[in-house]
C-alpha cells in the first residue's frame, strides 16, 4: 500500500484525492499539511515540521506558500513529490528544479495540467488497466522540470 501525505488536504482537489484514496485499497492518506481541518479521516497538521507518520510519497495540490518547507521535509526524508499547485514565480520554480536535480534519489513530478496530474494519479492507482496488484515506487520516475 502506497502511505500518502497529502498537501493542502481540506482543499477542494485535496478532498477530491482523499476520497479517491479511500475508495482504492492500494493508497491510503495516512496525514494531511493544511491551516484548516475540515475534519478529514486522516491527522492535518499545520506544518510538515509537525508530521509525526511516515509516508511513501507527497502529493500537492496546496498554495506557492508552502513549497519551501514541503520541498525542505521531501528532501530530507527522502519523500517522492507529486507537485499540482500551480501559479509559482520564478524563483520557486528554481527550487523546484534545484531539489530535483540535487538529491539523485528525490523524485519531483510537477504537473502543469489537472488533466496530467489526473492520468498521473489514475497510473499510480492502476485505474486505467484495472490493475489491482501492489504499487512499487522503485519505478517511480524523475523529472528536470
Known amino acids: 500500500m502506497i502511505k500518502v501525505i497529502l498537501c493542502g488536504a481540506s482543499g477542494r482537489m485535496g478532498g477530491f484525492v482523499a ?17 484548516i481541518n475540515n475534519g478529514e479521516k486522516f ?3 499545520s506544518s510538515f515540521g509537525d508530521i509525526n507518520v511516515k509516508a511513501d510519497m507527497i502529493i500537492d ?4 506558500s508552502m513549497l519551501e518547507p514541503m520541498l525542505e521535509y521531501a528532501v530530507k526524508n527522502n ?3 507529486v507537485i499540482a499547485t500551480t501559479g509559482y514565480d520564478n524563483s520557486q520554480t528554481e527550487k523546484i528544479r534545484a531539489a530535483a ?9 510537477r504537473c502543469f495540467a489537472f488533466l496530467l ?11 486505467e488497466d484495472g490493475d489491482s496488484g501492489s504499487r512499487d515506487l522503485d519505478g517511480f520516475f524523475r523529472l528536470g522540470v
Open 79 to 81: 519523500i517522492p513529490v
Open 117 to 127: 496530474c489526473g492520468l498521473f494519479l489514475q497510473r499510480l492507482a492502476g485505474l
Open 43 to 45: 491527522p492535518i497538521f
Open 61 to 64: 495540490f496546496s498554495h506557492p
Open 19 to 35: 476520497s479517491t484514496a479511500a475508495a482504492d485499497s492500494d493508497i491510503s492518506v495516512v496525514a494531511g499539511v493544511d491551516k
Open 101 to 109: 536535480k540535487n538529491q539523485s534519489s528525490q523524485r519531483l513530478l
